[in-house]
């Protein structure tokens, strides 16, 4: 139900913009995230946007260069990112999470069980 796109090829340095598109309004009412996953790695978490507030969670190594955004009138939850490293090569899902519950004890948002719809994926290469 959701849907990635944006992902390719570029070269150390360069920057890509990932979007997310969702079926319709319901989503907006939803946190969304975006996760991605190396060769041989598990699924990680990149960056997480709420539903009220906008408020935006990024993980360490992407703190500074990528960037999450949404616009709900376009149902689209998109990620900016800038400055890419080769390690930043992945395929890249982005999660809805239905949950407007917290627990202040975990880091709720990274956790990939939390999330409730998963697009199918857009891959990532960085180059160096």
């Known amino acids: 139900q959701l849907q990635a796109s944006g992902g390719g090829l570029v070269q150390t340095g360069a920057s890509l913009r990932l979007s997310c598109k969702t079926p319709?309004?319901?989503?907006?009412?939803?946190?969304m995230a975006w996760f991605r996953q190396a060769p041989g790695k598990e699924r990680e978490f990149v960056a997480h946007?709420?539903?009220?507030?906008?408020?935006?969670i990024y993980a360490d190594s992407v703190k500074g260069r990528f960037t999450i955004s949404r616009d709900n009138g376009k149902n689209t939850v998109d990620l900016q990112m800038n400055s890419l490293k080769p390690e930043d090569t992945a395929v890249y899902y982005c999660?809805?999470?239905?949950?407007?519950?917290?627990?202040?004890?975990?880091?709720?948002?990274?956790?990939?069980?939390?999330?409730?719809?998963w697009g199918q994926g857009t891959l990532v290469t960085v180059s160096s």
């Open positions: 946007i709420t539903y009220v507030g906008l408020n935006t």
């Open positions: 319709g309004p319901t989503f907006n009412r939803y946190d």
């Open positions: 999660a809805a999470r239905t949950s407007n519950t917290y627990d202040p004890n975990t880091k709720w948002y990274s956790l990939t069980h939390e999330y409730d719809y």
